[in-house]
């Protein structure tokens, strides 16, 4: 092994931490520390283009990726990487691609499986995501993500008592925000809503930085007050839509509006138009206000949020 | 990617340019837009892509070049749509249609600069404050709409 070898698995153990935590900005610090010394080293472009991805600045994952492949054509962990750049931009067919190849490369790559079956679940297919996880594994039978992710799996289809021993499994090996989210769904399906709340506690604990500590949240006050839980999932789930799916939101509220109201004009309906325009004007002043409003209530649900000596 | 200074540099990670001072949150021209015109409002947003060397400047300026053919494409199809048929609702129904062109251009180069923006804002670019020139915009639209020929309005403002 070269001198830059050893020194890049010292780097990538430290990575592969700092992703884990949730903290891709860290992980991509050490990689461009070390590219700039390295700037050839295949598997170090691959890294930074899975810390990219965490980061969501595809285009940038797409170039390491390119790099990364360029230089090492049959190098598994670019093709993972590749995989889930092509994910996100929902580029099904070429993520397959990649990840088939990565797994023909190495036939007990996990994140293989376990970015295959993330994509399987997008495309509605669950039950061959479960399949995938299952057989990866078979190979990997104590691997914390692949548990965490199999539950995940399992709690979607409601099967919450196998999900919670998974999650727990998964617990025994490493701490995962993702077998922590699993367990606060578990609580709250249970209607233990202050077991899901220290749920939420135990993930900024040890993950400051996680999102994971949102959708649980947002879970919890849906259950909490239904008007409530409206706003919070209308919010997280208004955050997590992708650019062209808001702006058809956006665009297309503004058009239904529109429409509406010159059709309307004179006829029978001419009276309701200040209803419609009271209606439009809300949503306009909700899309400027919102999110900051959103935002503070989270920041206040999150300072409220301390994890009990006891739990 | 590229080395600058012994450090590593990412592609996306921004190159300021001269007008980096006069940066704004992308939220600002697309209100110019909306507010102040939308031929203003394209315009402010390449001086800003410019301005925080923005990775995805080609892009931006595709999606300008692009909105505008739309646009002008639109108003020639006018002209044969609607000739003879000018009742009020169909000529409403028509200006929505240019409306929402615009719509979904500015907000298309509002997202997409906004990465950048953050990214210029992560490594310590000055942000200056929008809202004068907002205004500005929005008063000079006000001004001058009389004077802007009649189709051209559809594309311009």
Redesign the interface.
């Known amino acids: 092994m070269s001198f830059v070898d050893h020194d890049f698995t010292t780097v990538a153990i430290h990575v592969e931490s700092r992703l884990d935590r949730g903290d891709p900005l860290g992980a991509i610090e050490l990689l461009r520390r070390f590219l700039a010394h390295a700037p050839d080293h295949a598997a170090a472009h691959a890294f930074l283009a899975h810390a990219l991805v965490d980061a969501r600045r595809l285009h940038a994952a797409e170039l390491e990726e390119e790099t990364a492949l360029a230089a090492q054509p049959e190098l598994g962990l670019a093709h993972v990487a590749m995989g889930r750049v092509l994910l996100a931009r929902r580029r099904w067919k070429k993520a397959e691609e990649h990840l088939t190849t990565a797994l023909e490369l190495d036939p007990s790559d996990t994140s293989a499986y376990r970015t295959l079956a993330a994509l399987h679940v997008a495309a509605g297919r669950d039950a061959r995501a479960i399949e995938l996880l299952e057989k990866a594994r078979e190979q990997e039978p104590d691997d914390p993500a692949l548990l965490a992710q199999l539950a995940e799996r399992h709690l979607a289809a409601g099967r919450v008592g196998e999900a919670e021993r998974l999650a727990r499994d998964s617990i025994a090996e490493r701490v995962t925000p993702a077998a922590i989210e699993v367990l606060g769904h578990v609580a709250l399906r249970r209607g233990d809503t202050e077991g899901a709340r220290q749920h939420v506690a135990w993930i900024l604990h040890d993950y400051p930085m996680h999102e994971d500590a949102l959708h649980l949240l947002a879970a919890i006050k849906a259950r909490e007050s239904w008007l409530l839980g409206l706003w919070w999932r209308w919010s997280t789930w208004m955050q997590g839509l992708g650019d062209g799916r808001s702006i058809g939101v956006l665009v297309g509220a503004f058009a239904l509006y529109r429409t509406a109201t010159i059709l309307m004009e004179g006829t029978a309906n001419a009276s309701l138009i200040p209803l419609v325009q009271i209606g439009w004007y809300a949503a306009v002043i909700y899309t400027w206000v919102g999110p900051g409003l959103f935002q503070r209530m989270l920041d206040k649900e999150l300072a409220k949020v301390a994890l009990k000596p006891e739990f | 990617?590229s080395?600058t200074r012994?450090?590593?540099r990412?592609?996306?990670?921004p190159i300021p340019g001269k007008l980096s001072r006069w940066v704004v949150n992308p939220l600002f021209p697309l209100l110019g837009g909306m507010l102040g015109g939308f031929a203003a409002g394209l315009l402010w947003f390449v001086v800003n892509g410019v301005g925080m060397g923005s990775?995805?400047l080609k892009r931006e300026l595709a999606l300008v070049a692009g909105s505008l053919v739309v646009l002008v494409g639109g108003v020639f199809a006018l002209g044969l749509l609607l000739s003879g048929r000018q009742d009020p609702?169909t000529v409403?129904?028509v200006v929505?249609a240019f409306?929402?062109v615009k719509?979904?251009a500015l907000?298309?180069l509002q997202?997409?600069q906004t990465?950048s923006f953050a990214l210029h804002q992560y490594f310590g670019g000055t942000v200056a404050n929008g809202i004068p020139l907002v205004l500005v915009l929005t008063i000079a639209r006000i001004q001058l709409a009389d004077s802007v020929p009649g189709l051209a309005v559809l594309v311009l403002l």
């Open positions: 990617m080395l012994g450090t590593y990412i592609a996306d990670e990775a995805t609702t409403k129904l929505l409306q929402l719509l979904v907000y298309a997202f997409t990465r």
